[in-house]
Nanobody, 119 residues
Framework: QVQLVESGGGLVQAGGSLRLSCAASGIILDINRMAWYRQGPGKQRELVAAVNSGGTSIYADSVKGRFTVSRDGAKMLYLQMNSLKPEDTAVYYC??????????????WGQGTQVTVSS
């Protein structure tokens, strides 16, 4: 199994910055894709940013140019969030998938961390 623990959420004013961290433990040697998702009030969970083991990253259009995803192997995942907007308010979840690009052996979620951006 894989355990994911997020940290770094909090309350920030619009225009501010936060850095989220996610620590992975357990069976992590074959983790390929790691990602950040978020779920705002009354909204569906959505992909924010993802990065695979080769370092290729993708971003939601709404965060491009403001957020940066990075990872330290399979142990840590980060999300640097700059120029935050009230619409970024959400619970942010860390996600990890074991396997390869084409085969997912298992996928795992953290418990989430709240990010609140005040106007």
């Amino acid at each position: 199994q894989v355990q994911l623990v997020e940290s770094g959420g909090g309350l920030v004013q619009a225009g501010g910055s936060l850095r989220l961290s996610c620590a992975a433990s357990g069976i992590i040697l074959d983790i390929n894709r790691m990602a950040w998702y978020r779920q705002g009030p009354g909204k569906q969970r959505e992909l924010v940013a993802a990065v695979n083991s080769g370092g290729t990253s993708i971003y939601a259009d709404s965060v491009k140019g403001r957020f940066t995803v990075s990872r330290d192997g399979a142990k840590m995942l980060y999300l640097q969030m700059n120029s935050l907007k009230p619409e970024d308010t959400a619970v942010y979840y860390c996600y990890a998938a074991r396997g390869t690009r084409d085969i997912v052996l298992s996928d795992h979620w953290g418990q989430g961390t709240q990010v609140t951006v005040s106007s």
